[in-house]
């Protein structure tokens, strides 16, 4: 298995540009959720899926949007990208709502 | 989440001896926490984890230690390991598990 996979690995925008950022698992995980980490900080929740079709909000959705069409992927989209979402990127699956997390290994985006 | 600086909390400890991690909480709804480990440029990986009718859990060299009386969560490494050099978060979720919360992070540097 692959476990979670994320592309780009790096990725520079300026702002106003949208992009979306990919995130596939393998391990027919039902949860998948989308973080940001800043410099020296912990990880902050942007948006979560409990299943296909299903989406929530977390603690830091705005200008991020989601959407689950299937189990494997969990595609971030940045509508229009800003200075402020300068940050690494950590989509993560689980197989249910308690349990071990598996992350992808980051996406780092820098919005000039 | 926590508010958090720039600098994260350092412990550093002699290769062999015994590390504790701790971390405070602040949500006492919170029904589970997990410990995990990030290693320089990777995603945050799992460690240990604890339900709120636990005080304590083993795993292979770790124990986690729950009070919930104080709200507070430690992270013991036994026999500490040059390979456990790396920044070390507590998570708390509710006991719908859908919005995990992580602390500021805390980074253990092992002095051979």
């Known amino acids: 298995n692959a476990g979670v996979t994320q592309t780009p690995k790096f990725q520079v925008l300026k702002t106003g540009q949208s992009m979306t950022l990919q995130c596939a698992q393998d391990m027919n995980h039902e949860y998948m959720s989308w973080y940001r980490q800043d410099p020296g900080m912990g990880l902050r929740l942007i948006h979560y899926s409990v299943g296909a079709g299903i989406t929530d909000q977390g603690e830091v959705p705005n200008g991020y949007n989601v959407s689950r069409s299937t189990t494997e992927d969990f595609p971030l989209r940045l509508l229009s990208a800003a200075p402020s979402q300068t940050s690494v990127y950590f989509c993560?699956?689980?197989?249910?709502?308690?349990?071990?997390?598996?992350f992808g290994p980051g996406t780092r985006l820098t919005v000039t | 989440g926590e508010s958090v600086g720039l600098h994260l909390p350092t412990l550093s400890v002699q290769e062999g001896d015994n590390s504790i991690i701790n971390c405070a909480y602040s949500?006492?709804?919170?029904?589970?926490f997990i410990w995990y480990k990030q290693e320089s440029g990777k995603g945050p990986q799992f460690i240990i984890d604890i339900r709120s009718n636990m005080d304590k859990r083993q795993g292979q060299r770790v124990t986690v230690l729950l009070n919930k009386t104080v709200k507070h969560l430690s992270l013991q490494i036994a026999a500490t390991q040059p390979g456990d050099s790396a920044v070390y978060f507590c998570a708390e979720t509710d006991n719908y598990g859908q919005n995990f919360v992580f602390g500021p992070g805390t980074r253990l540097s092992v002095l051979p």
């Open positions: 993560a699956s689980s197989r249910g709502p308690m349990g071990e997390q598996y």
């Open positions: 949500n006492s709804a919170s029904d589970y």
